[in-house]
């Protein structure tokens, strides 16, 4: 008798990075929005911006109920 994964009830194949893209195309609105946030947490993390980052979510593995 196998013991492994006994708590995972079942599997889901993600889609690519590709599949993603096309389902949910990028504007430009949304591509400049990435590039600022993605420099403002770089430069959180380098402390050139003073300002201090939390991150927060629901857990993947937490049962939402």
Same mark, same amino acid.
């Given at each position: 008798?196998? #013991?492994?994964?006994?708590? &995972?009830?079942?599997? $889901?194949?993600?889609?690519?990075?590709?599949?993603?893209?096309? !389902?949910?195309? +990028?504007?430009?609105? #949304?591509?400049?929005?990435? &590039?600022?946030?993605? $420099?403002?947490?770089?430069?959180?993390?380098?402390?050139?911006? !003073?300002?201090? +980052?939390?991150?927060?979510?629901?857990?993947?593995?937490?049962?939402?109920?």
């Amino acid at each position: 008798m196998s #013991i492994s994964n006994l708590n &995972i009830s079942n599997i $889901n194949k993600l889609i690519t990075p590709n599949e993603l893209l096309s !389902k949910f195309p +990028l504007n430009n609105k #949304i591509k400049d929005f990435i &590039i600022k946030t993605r $420099n403002d947490i770089s430069n959180i993390l380098y402390k050139k911006d !003073k300002r201090f +980052l939390m991150v927060v979510g629901p857990c993947s593995i937490h049962d939402i109920e």
